[in-house]
């Protein structure tokens, strides 16, 4: 199997160059002054263990690769990009006939739950990933991945429900790489439990901070009891801290060294990308909550706060857990 990373920045580029350095085919999917970086100088991926250049093909778009019927894309790009993404490769034709979106498996590594959906209106066959794995673009051509001695733990499964052979060996290969690659029947509900942590990468952008300040551990924790107040009304199962734990154990520890940054959203924004993706993780909090009935004010602020950070170009970071916290009891006053 050879396995296309369509976005190979923080997540992508772990996975790609981890596969690559246990000897599996792949090619990287990049654009701008990250492909040709790439391209020049390879990717460098940083590891607990070190560093290492891994040289592999990179092309910057779908009609610089030939699709062969062994092929497994892995979306890997924010999920506010994945239509696009999505657009610009289900059409494209593979090796013996058909298209990639008749033929040829899609796994979408992302935050959030609406990437799996919006697949499974190009793609016949897609594959959901609960993505536990610290990792940081540092620049152009250079990932960094701070767990060990596992990189990172990834739950995979047919979406919407179900396991399969294709599941299977995309494991055995990531188990390679390393990683935990557990084949589950449920994973959505493994990416509904991660979707109540993500709930603190607005905070996290914003603020600069999350764990070890009380501030922002309280307005993590309103968010998610919220959260799951609304998982309650819409009637979703999400994994249970202690099924967490159990699985994850002290399999990835976070090692201290450059490889540990802070997280996707907090990334964007002190990149200036002009997006982030609270629009679905705070956001589908909120989205649920008006189809059920529920309040969601935590969220709402969190989500408004992270998006006018985006759109105004604003630091990340500059904005305190005090003054947020201010923010959303003023919402919460407002809703009573």
Known sequence: MRY???????????????LAGAGVDVVLVARGAHYEALREGGLRLTTPDGTRTHRVP????????????DDVLFLA???????????????????????????LPLVCAQNGVEGERLALRRFDRVYGMCVWLPATFLEPGRV???????????????YPG?????????????EKAPFAAPVVPDVMRWKYAKLLANTANAIEAVCGVWRGDAVAESLHRRATDEARRVYAA????????????????????????EARGLGSSWQSLSRGTGSVEVDYLNGEISLLGKLHGVPTPVNDVLMRTTDAFAREGREAGSTTPAELALLVDGAERRQD
């Open 4 to 18: 296309i990373i369509i976005g190979a920045g923080a997540v992508g580029g772990a996975v790609g160059g981890r």
């Open 58 to 69: 990179v092309v910057s778009g779908p009609e610089e690769v030939g699709l062969r019927a």
């Open 77 to 103: 790009v924010k999920i506010q990009d994945s239509v696009a993404a999505l657009d610009a490769w289900s059409g494209r034709p593979v090796e013996g006939g058909g298209t990639a979106g008749e033929r």
């Open 144 to 158: 960094a991945a701070a767990g060990a001695p596992l990189t990172g733990i990834l739950h995979l499964g047919r």
């Open 162 to 174: 179900g396991t399969d052979e294709t599941a299977r060996r995309i494991a055995r290969d990531l």
């Open 234 to 257: 819409a009637g979703i199962d999400a994994v249970s801290p202690e099924e967490q734990r159990e699985v994850r154990g002290d399999r990835v520890a976070f090692v201290s060294n």
